[in-house]
């Protein structure tokens, strides 16, 4: 009985401050889509919080009680939430109660290029395309990118959303996924990495995830690499050819490629490539900044997906012998 008395007592005096208005009435969304989530243990407050930092709410308090007051503070469902448009208070409650998550999926590959990814989002049936027109600069403003090349800024992952949402969603969270994870890793990085700033790191890193056919050969990979620009050595990966030959790569590297400088021919210009050229997934990322301790300056494919390493120019032919002719 005085659960109730209170509850009254607190809806009169909504009532009467205006404040039951400003439950139903919609809030701006800071940008759209509107990302938020919802983490396992977080109480309504911290929720409020969050929301009220991102500038959503300007109400906090209000939204607490009107979580308890709905008896929903406890019912609160973990998840990624987007916002296409406008809530109010009242609606947000019961979208986070119900756990309405985003239920479609789009799914980035590791090692697929910047060109890939922009044609499995504009692929997605379910999602609202709204970027198809714009060029790759005209797209890295949109989300806020300070870059000005998109290769490699994109983290792979599978990314669930509101059927409906606009694209602009899976490259903004895209993107900040793999700051994120980029500025961790470097900031756990070895040292004395030949790397300067973390997009070296991620330059590597993406070297690296083209390079590597068996999880276990990423470190050593990775390993040779540095070893090969703390000398001053012409890094000569294939991968980075093929990237610089773009779309009329027909599948056959031949030496006339080999010899053909571009800015990506790791052949014939030393150190790291301009830019990335793929996405490196969380694994190739932690062996740029982590490499195995190797004296390796060379590896060379065995057939079966794993690579044979070699100290010296002598023992790397033979393996070439070995396993490629």
Same mark, same amino acid.
């Given at each position: 009985m005085k659960k109730i008395v209170v509850a009254l007592l607190l809806i009169v005096s909504f009532a009467t401050a205006g404040l039951g208005f400003v439950a139903y009435q919609p809030m701006p969304l800071p940008g759209t889509p509107f990302e938020f989530s919802v983490q396992a243990g977080s109480s309504l407050k911290s929720v409020a919080r969050q929301l009220g930092l991102?500038?959503?709410?300007?109400?906090?308090?209000? +939204? &607490?009680?009107?979580?308890?007051?709905? #008896?929903k503070s406890g019912k609160l469902q973990t998840g990624e939430y987007a916002l296409e448009q406008p809530v109010s208070m009242l609606e947000l409650l019961d979208i986070i109660s119900k756990g309405q998550v985003s239920e479609s999926q789009l799914s980035i590959i590791e090692g697929w290029t910047f060109r890939q990814l922009r044609a499995a989002v504009d692929e997605?049936?379910?999602?609202?395309?709204?970027?198809? /027109?714009?060029?790759? /600069?005209?797209?890295?403003?949109?989300?806020?990118?300070?870059?000005?090349?998109?290769?490699?800024?994109?983290?792979?992952d599978t990314y669930f959303f509101a059927a409906g949402s606009s694209d602009v969603l899976i490259f903004k969270r895209a993107y900040r996924t793999m700051q994120q994870k980029l500025q961790a890793?470097?900031?756990?990085? !070895?040292?004395?990495?030949?790397?300067?700033?973390?997009?070296? /790191?991620?330059?590597l890193a993406s070297i690296v995830e083209k390079e590597t056919g068996t999880p276990g050969d990423r470190s050593m990979i990775a390993?040779?690499? &540095?070893?090969?620009?703390?000398?001053?050595?012409?890094?000569?990966?294939?991968?980075?050819?093929?990237?610089?030959?773009?779309?009329?790569?027909?599948?056959?590297?031949?030496?006339?490629?080999?010899?053909?400088d571009t800015p990506y021919n790791t052949y014939t210009r030393a150190g790291?490539?301009?830019?990335?050229?793929?996405?490196? #997934?969380?694994?190739?990322?932690? /062996?740029?900044?982590?490499?195995?301790?190797?004296?390796?300056?060379? +590896?060379?494919?065995?057939?079966? #997906?794993?690579?044979?390493?070699?100290?010296?120019?002598?023992?790397?032919?033979? !393996?070439?012998n070995q396993y490629q002719k």
């Open positions: 991102a500038q959503l709410l300007q109400q906090e308090t209000l +939204f &607490v009680w009107l979580g308890r007051l709905t #008896g997605n049936p379910d999602l609202r395309h709204t970027t198809q /027109a714009l060029s790759d /600069a005209e797209l890295l403003r949109r989300i806020g990118a300070t870059e000005t090349h998109p290769e490699g800024l994109f983290f792979p890793a470097w900031s756990g990085r !070895a040292a004395g990495l030949p790397l300067r700033d973390p997009y070296e /790191a991620l330059i390993g040779v690499f &540095v070893n090969r620009l703390r000398r001053g050595m012409l890094l000569q990966t294939d991968p980075t050819v093929i990237y610089g030959i773009g779309e009329k790569f027909d599948g056959n590297i031949r030496k006339r490629d080999l010899l053909n790291l490539t301009p830019t990335p050229i793929a996405l490196p #997934g969380i694994a190739s990322l932690q /062996a740029a900044l982590h490499p195995a301790p190797t004296n390796a300056l060379y +590896f060379v494919a065995r057939g079966d #997906g794993s690579s044979q390493f070699s100290s010296t120019l002598e023992a790397h032919n033979r !393996a070439v």
